[in-house]
């Protein structure tokens, strides 16, 4: 059975941080590529970063320079380092794997972890 569980969520004040982290079973980790997104009440999901199975890492312009996405394939976790947090940042954090060959395709979400940024 393939599990995506999030973990590191919490409250932290405006300006904190916190480490997020996906734990994967089931999946041939090392060949996904992951990514973390959010959901805060009353938007649509969107993408925070993605890391691809080079550890290439790409970002929503609205987190570039404040977090950073990481892997351990060894470990077949995925973290997201969140640094000077805004209010804005505040949203249920998914975990997201996904991989792509000719003619199809693989993905899984997990259950996600909240995050409030609030004084």
């Known amino acids: 059975q393939v599990q995506l569980v999030e973990s590191g969520g919490g409250l932290v004040q405006p300006g904190g941080s916190l480490r997020l982290s996906c734990a994967a079973s089931g999946i041939s980790f090392s060949i996904y590529a992951m990514g973390w997104y959010r959901q805060a009440p009353g938007k649509q999901r969107e993408l925070v970063a993605t890391i691809s199975t080079g550890s290439m890492a790409n970002y929503a312009d609205s987190v570039k320079g404040r977090f950073t996405i990481s892997r351990d394939n060894a470990k077949n976790t995925v973290h997201l380092q969140m640094n000077s947090l805004k209010p804005d940042d505040t949203a249920v954090y998914y975990c997201?794997?996904?991989?792509?060959?000719?003619?199809?395709?693989?993905?899984?979400w997990g259950q996600g972890t909240q995050v409030t940024v609030s004084s």
């Open positions: 997201r794997a996904e991989r792509y060959w000719n003619g199809g395709s693989a993905g899984y």
